[in-house]
C-alpha cells in the first residue's frame, strides 16, 4: 500500500480510545457513525514517521477521500492524494468499497502487502464484508478474524528460496466515548474499534526452515468514529522485528517501527 515491507494492513482500521466510558446498556444504538452517501467528503491530517526518525522519512500531508455510490449500498471512495501520500485508513478504503447491513460497517476490497525491498512481488489479499465496526457489539468483541497463507519464491544470493507468509487479520470492537477531543474539536457520541494484523514470515532452504519473521503483531490500527460525522482520528503503529540470520550468510534486516495517525480537519455531509 505504502510504507515498508508488509504494511498489511488494511485495511482498514480501529482504535484505543481515552474519554470517558459508555458501555453497551441492552439498548439498540441506531447512531450513523459512518454516513455514506453520494458526494460526501472528509479532509485529514496525515502524519508518518518512520524508524523514529522525522528526517527525511516523514510526511505531513492533507488529503480528501470523497465517497462514490455504486449502486446496491455500496461506496466506493476516491483519494486526491497519490498511493504513497495516503493515509492507512484513506487508503484501504481507495482500494475497496464500504457498505452498511444494520448497525454493521463492512468493508470489500483489496489488501496488497509490499514487500519490495526484500524481493517479493506485492501479493494482493482479497477481503470480503470485513466488519470494521458494530454499534451493537459489546466492548473488546471480536468482529472479524481471517486467517491465509501466501507463498512466494525469492532470489536469495542467485538461488531460488521459497517463502511462506502466513498472516491473520482481526478487528474489535473497543468501546464508545462520549466525546472525543481531535485538534481541539470536541466530538460527541464516538465510536472507537481495532484491526489487528499478525504476520509470520518462513525461509524454505531445503535442508531446514527457518524463521525469517517470527509470528507477531506488526500493526495495530485504532480507528475513532464520531457520529454522523465518520472517522475522525486513526493512530497506526507498525512493527516488524525479523530474526537475525547472518550466520547463515543472509542479510540482517533492521527492525521496521513506523507510526502515522489521521486527524480531521473538515467534512462535508450530504
Not at 41 to 46: A, E, I, L, R
Not at 77 to 93: M, R, Y
Not at 135 to 155: H, R
Request: aromatic letters at 10%.
Amino acid at each position: 500500500m505504502k510504507t515498508n515491507f508488509l504494511s498489511l494492513i488494511f485495511a482498514c482500521l480501529l482504535v484505543v480510545g481515552c474519554s470517558s466510558d459508555d458501555t453497551n446498556s441492552g439498548e439498540t444504538n441506531n447512531a450513523n457513525y459512518m454516513p455514506l452517501t453520494d458526494g460526501n467528503s472528509w479532509t485529514y491530517s496525515n502524519t508518518r514517521t518512520v524508524n523514529d526518525d522525522p528526517q527525511p522519512r516523514s510526511v505531513n500531508q492533507q488529503e480528501t477521500l470523497t465517497a462514490n455510490s455504486s449502486g446496491q449500498n455500496q461506496f466506493t471512495f476516491t483519494s486526491n492524494q497519490p498511493e504513497d501520500n495516503q493515509g492507512l485508513f484513506t487508503g484501504v478504503l481507495s482500494k475497496g468499497s464500504l457498505s452498511k447491513s444494520g448497525t454493521k460497517l463492512l468493508y470489500t476490497g483489496t489488501y496488497t502487502v509490499n514487500m519490495q525491498d526484500l524481493g517479493f512481488d506485492p501479493v494482493d489479499i482479497d477481503l470480503e464484508n470485513v466488519v470494521i465496526f458494530d454499534a451493537n457489539a459489546g466492548n473488546n468483541e471480536t468482529l472479524t478474524t481471517e486467517s491465509g497463507t501466501i507463498n512466494q519464491t525469492v532470489d536469495v544470493q542467485g538461488q531460488n528460496i521459497p517463502f511462506t507468509i502466513n498472516y491473520t487479520i482481526a478487528t474489535t470492537q473497543q468501546e464508545i466515548l462520549n466525546t472525543y477531543d481531535v485538534a481541539g474539536t470536541i466530538y460527541d457520541d464516538v465510536l472507537v474499534s481495532a484491526l489487528d494484523v499478525h504476520l509470520e514470515v518462513k525461509a524454505d532452504f531445503g535442508i531446514a526452515s527457518f524463521d525469517v519473521l517470527a509470528e507477531q503483531n506488526v500493526l495495530k490500527s485504532i480507528n475513532y468514529f464520531g457520529s454522523d460525522v465518520g472517522m475522525i482520528y486513526s493512530t497506526n503503529a507498525i512493527n516488524y522485528e525479523f530474526e537475525d540470520l547472518t550466520a547463515y550468510g543472509l542479510m540482517y534486516i533492521e527492525p521496521i517501527e513506523i507510526q502515522s495517525t489521521q486527524s480531521i480537519e473538515s467534512h462535508i455531509i450530504n
